[in-house]
C-alpha cells in the first residue's frame, strides 16, 4: 500500500471532512515511529512514542465497509503497537461520527476527554472530537 493508495482510499471515506493528501502521508510515514496496516481497502496509521499509540486515522473504502476490516485493523494495528512496546493506545474521533464510535467501543474504547470544534465540516461548522482510551493488551 502506498502513500497514493491511502489518499485515495482517504479522499472516498472523508466526505465530510478534508481528506489527507499523498503527500501528508508519505510524510507522516518517514517516521520512524509511525506505522500503517491494512491495504488499499481499509487502513490504519498509527504513532507508537514511549509506550502510548495513538491512532492518526482509520479509513475504509466505501466499496468495502460493513465487512468486519476495520475491526481487522484496529486488531491488527493493536497488536503491532504491543510490539513497540505500548501500553496504551488513544484516538480522536468526531462526536457525530456514531459508526467510528461503535467500532472503538467495541474494540474496548473508553471516552476520556473532549476537544471542542476541533473537526471542521465547513468555514461556519465545527464539530467536538471525542477522545478515547483503552489499555494495550
Known sequence: MTPADMAATHKAAFTQSRPWSETEFSDLLSNRFTFAVGDARCFALIQVIAGEAELLTIATHPNHQR??????????WHSHAINQGAERAFLDVAADNNPAIALYDACGYAPHGRRPGYY??????????????????
Do not use: C, F
Open 67 to 76: 465487512r468486519g476490516l476495520a475491526t481487522q485493523v484496529m486488531n491488527a
Open 120 to 137: 471542521k465540516r465547513s468555514a461556519k461548522e465545527s464539530i467536538d472530537a471525542i477522545v478515547m482510551q483503552r489499555p494495550l493488551p
